[in-house]
């Protein structure tokens, strides 16, 4: 990695606007501890605080596990990016400009701009889906199923649903005609390539759920068909922007929720978080469709104390739960399993019994 004078001076300014204490205050709960701040780790399984940030010095230093460094190499480890992303992304936070090519060049910058055009490639496609969901005549069955299944406008508007429509050429053709390349949209996952040349929509005549990481960028989409053709529930495919392993659905938009609560409720689908919200819950979050990772547990003990897993009561949700138990035990974050009745769904469960007998059930 080659440091030219440029991106030294650019890093300085950076780091000069991005504060620690503020960058790291917004993953890992930070108490006062004379002149610095302590807290849980996020790199290392612990329950006493052996993290420490010091504001004076601008750094961070874990005594359990050795890590350690300034915001930079915070940003890097705790999203995963490398240190042009790490720049970039502190950069448009603190409005610091970025000179062209700031990154120095090289590999690592590359696969910045590569990880831009994705993100650019998935929010435009958010606007497309979201705009058609809420005008086109064609979007008329989506809306109806959203209204049937309960979500009330404004959470579809937070959470900016959207509707791919039943064509197999609406994002091949309108991505270039807002100037976005293919080949990143295909590398997002959004479109599949044709096995005699060409693309075809990835998502067709499904509801669209935004996949938010914890910089609130769009990683990726969970899709709910309509119909009745299969898959039910699609998910972007893994990309240099998405893993599903680390990626929570909601907690960007809940974190606030959760951090007050101290308390997060875990659920397994999407369509569960917004009947949670619809109710007054607004402390959840939603594994995508995987297992979870010791990566999803590190992430939630950032911004609660207590992590509530609320899962279907049929089989398959008492076997998810079985298994993740462990891995709970094993990061020393402190977790309940909830079983609901029979084979309801928190979805289901609100829906016939009301937020008030959930209430019981999580006491
Ligand atoms: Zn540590």
């Known amino acids: 990695m080659t440091t030219s004078p440029q991106r030294a001076e650019t890093a300085r300014l950076v780091k000069e606007a991005a504060d620690i204490v503020t960058v790291i205050g917004e993953h890992v709960q930070l ?24 504001p004076e010095r601008q750094t961070f230093h874990c005594f359990g596990c050795g890590e350690g460094g300034d915001v930079f190499t915070f940003v890097m480890k705790y999203h995963n990016l490398t240190f042009p992303e790490a720049l970039q992304e502190l950069a448009q936070r603190f409005n610091v400009t970025l000179p062209e ?117 769009i990683v990726g989409f969970g899709g709910r068909i309509l119909g009745d053709g299969q898959p039910k529930y699609l998910n972007s495919p893994e990309s240099p922007v998405f893993e599903k392993g680390r990626v929570l659905f909601g907690l960007y938009q809940n974190r606030e929720a959760v951090r007050q609560a101290r308390r997060c409720l875990l659920v397994e689908g999407n369509f569960d978080l917004l009947a949670l919200l619809a109710h007054g819950f607004a402390n959840a979050a939603a594994p995508l469709g995987t297992a979870l990772t010791p990566a999803h547990i590190r992430t939630l003990k950032g911004y609660c104390d207590e992590t509530i897993l609320l899962f279907d009561g049929d089989t398959a949700g008492e076997k998810a739960a079985t298994r993740a138990v462990p891995l709970f035990l094993s990061e020393q974050v402190t977790a309940r399993v909830v079983l609901l009745p029979g084979s309801h769904d928190p979805d289901t469960f609100l829906a016939e019994y009301g937020a008030e007998e959930l209430t019981k059930m999580l006491a």
């Open 31 to 54: 108490k006062r501890s004379g002149a610095n701040l302590k807290g849980v780790c996020p790199f290392h399984a612990e329950k006493t605080p052996s993290f420490m940030v010091q």
């Open 101 to 217: 090519r700031a990154g120095g060049g090289g590999q690592d910058q590359e696969q910045a701009q590569k990880r831009q055009a994705l993100l650019d490639a998935n929010e435009q496609a958010a606007i497309l889906y979201h705009r058609l969901l809420l005008e086109a005549p064609e979007a008329a069955d989506a809306r109806a199923y959203l209204a049937k299944r309960g979500v009330p406008a404004e959470l579809a508007e937070r959470f900016r649903l959207g509707y791919a429509p039943n064509r197999w050429d609406f994002l091949v053709k309108a991505l270039p005609a807002a100037g976005l390349d293919l080949e990143m949209a295909l590398a997002a996952g959004l479109i599949v390539k044709k096995e005699h040349g060409g693309f075809y929509d990835r998502f067709r005549d499904r509801v669209q759920f935004p996949i938010l990481n914890l910089s609130g960028q």
